[in-house]
């Protein structure tokens, strides 16, 4: 593998939490050393960024890969082109697929599927419940064996606290990370936005904020009875921070993450039944939005992720209330950052703690730094470019996103993958 120097950089450190221009150089798939200013004389193949940002790669835990029972939405291949399009090297698959992640033998199916058709790194979370139905715990031991990074049920909610208890305990035992998605199940069934009065003018079934308050309260009182590790897949709302501050301060090994519609959209964006704006939770107030913002910017929410799920034309193209929820978003996830850049309430280096650097600190990897020895996993991309985005240009085999024909700023110049050119913009 050729030694490379990439000069004239603006290298976005999360680690350090700087942004300064200076060169970087990379060997057997890691990063060997870097600097600032002029790059010094070397033998190694020389790449002019051309005053471009250079930061780690994106970690992003949450994507739905429709493989293995849904490969007409995403596929392996699909999922891995969008994903180094988008400048995300790790994708962190879910488990409910068709039938769920729940066993060895389907997770090293998929394993093998992702390993030969993916251009990126898959790191595969399985289930905690046998078929993510909340009433017996799958073999974690076993599945961490077979490769599961972490346990997640998805939008499932363990609606029992005895099997939830339990499945934390053994999951402390361990040493496994449980991921969860906060909602009390009871008011959210059935939902499609978020209560209040734009829900009341559409006519719309509508779920409280306090619902996701509710379900974060209920698993901190679990972690402090069991002492897990545990991740909050998606905090939404100004409601629920109190209760994730007190949590992280009372020392319970806790950390939160956000997805990139909630904050970038609110629940006006819906309109006129916009189903491409469907997403669980349900898009938020702003109030919401910009609280949300805020912890993100404090570290108060450690990630930021695509929670990418792809749904065909068939589950989008119906009345709001029965239409599929999802967007997908490995390819949009940095130039819909890259919208609180320019809107200047976060900066560079914070968006890259929360996209590469707490979610691989957070799974035990070592990518998401700039570090000496850490691996070359890297993208390179121009912050400044306009585009309107259509989305037929997606790589994903789904387009249901729904920033379709919205002006965007910000693209990615190149990807790389231990070194490897995976992405180059045509």
């Not at 400044?384 to 910000?410: A, E, I, Y």
């Amino acid at each position: 593998m050729t030694d490379q120097l990439f000069t004239n950089a603006r290298l976005i450190d999360p680690e350090a939490g700087t942004d300064s221009l200076g060169w970087l150089r990379i060997a057997e798939g890691r990063i060997v050393t870097r600097g600032e200013g002029e790059a010094p004389s070397t033998d190694a193949q020389a790449i002019d960024c051309g005053g471009h940002c250079l930061a780690p790669g994106i970690v992003d835990i949450g994507v739905k890969v429709c493989e293995p029972g849904e490969r007409h939405k995403e596929s392996y291949r699909s999922a891995g082109l969008a994903a180094a399009a988008g400048g995300v090297t790790t994708i962190v698959t879910r488990p409910d697929t068709l039938p769920a992640v729940d066993t060895p033998e389907t997770l090293e199916f998929a394993t093998r599927r992702a390993q030969a058709d993916a251009p990126v790194n898959v790191m595969p979370m399985a289930a905690l419940t046998k078929g993510r139905e909340g009433r017996e715990m799958t073999e974690i031991g076993f599945l961490q064996d077979a490769g599961a990074v972490a346990f997640t049920d998805c939008d499932h909610v363990i609606a029992n606290t005895k099997v939830f208890s339990r499945a934390l305990t053994y999951a402390k035992s361990c040493g496994a990370l449980v991921i969860a998605h906060p909602q009390e199940p009871g008011l959210s069934a059935g939902a499609a936005v978020t209560s209040g009065k734009f829900a009341a003018l559409r006519g719309l079934p509508a779920v409280s904020p306090m619902a996701e308050r509710m379900g974060l309260d209920r698993d901190i009182a679990l972690l402090e009875m069991t002492g897990a590790a545990y991740h909050a897949d998606q905090i939404t709302t100004a409601r629920a921070l109190p209760a994730l501050e007190r949590a992280k301060r009372n020392g319970l090994d806790i950390t939160a993450g956000t997805s990139i519609h909630h904050l970038t959209l609110n629940e006006l964006d819906v309109a006129d039944y916009r189903t491409f704006f469907k997403v669980k939770p349900p898009l938020r107030s702003e109030d919401d939005r910009q609280a949300v913002i805020e912890a993100v910017r404090t570290g108060l929410i450690d990630t930021i992720s695509s929670m990418h799920t792809p749904q065909d034309e068939e589950s989008k193209r119906l009345p709001f209330e029965e239409a599929a929820s999802g967007a997908v978003a490995l390819e949009t996830l940095l130039p819909a950052a890259l919208r609180l850049y320019h809107s200047e309430q976060l900066d560079l280096p914070t968006l890259f703690r929360a996209m590469s650097l707490n979610p691989a600190k957070r799974l035990g990897l070592e990518s998401g730094r700039l570090a000496q020895g850490a691996p070359a996993d890297l993208v390179l991309f121009d912050p400044d470019v306009p585009f309107v985005l259509d989305r037929f240009s997606l790589r994903s085999k789904s387009q249901n996103t729904p920033f379709d024909g919205q002006r965007m700023q910000g693209k990615v110049t190149a990807t790389y993958v231990a070194g490897q050119e995976v992405y180059r913009r045509p």
